[in-house]
């Protein structure tokens, strides 16, 4: 699979299995392994050992990452995204203190490289976790062809703190 990193933090889609974390510009190549299409598929962004990546010093922010055509093509059409999963710092070491306020999870359809299309999804969610957090989806949503833009956008009480994580 083809990795593109933008400076965006993502969401993972469990049974359709999307995960993404903030990334700088770089590009990495794997393959994608052709399944069943009855199979669920896990497509991510991760090595699993989460690491710190930035703050903020705006209230509410959007992290978000770019699935391309290339990424996706063979899943149009016969895969659904079901969950998002994301990883987030949302507390502090001792979990004592809460740092978010509100938080929503965001699917985006056919947009540009820089910038992500029609909202497909968007709800509040609470209970976030430092961690890995699992949203699933309501009603999972068809892939279809063109890009899709995955994340979440946070509102958070504190500023200069490091809310997303990476594990790449």
């Known amino acids: 699979m083809k990795k593109r990193f933008t400076y965006f933090l993502g969401a993972m889609l469990i049974a359709f299995g999307l995960n993404a974390q903030i990334f700088l510009s770089e590009k990495i190549t794997e393959p994608i392994l052709p399944l069943s299409p009855k199979a669920e598929v896990e497509l991510h962004y991760d090595n699993g050992a989460p690491h710190a990546t930035f703050g903020t010093t705006v209230p509410t922010f959007q ?31 001792a979990g004592n203190v809460n740092w ?6 965001l699917v985006y359809g056919n947009g540009t490289a820089t910038k992500p299309g029609q909202v497909l999804f968007n709800e509040a969610v609470g209970g976030m976790t430092t961690g890995w957090n699992i949203i699933p989806l309501p009603e999972p949503i068809l892939l279809e062809s063109g890009d899709y833009w995955v994340g979440y956008e946070l509102t958070v009480k504190y500023h200069n703190i490091v809310y997303t994580l990476r594990d790449v």
């Open 63 to 93: 992290a978000l990452v770019r699935f391309t055509p290339a990424e996706l093509g063979a899943y149009y059409g016969n895969k659904s995204i079901s969950n998002l999963r994301f990883m987030i710092m949302a507390t502090n070491e």
């Open 100 to 105: 978010i306020g509100a938080a929503r999870v």
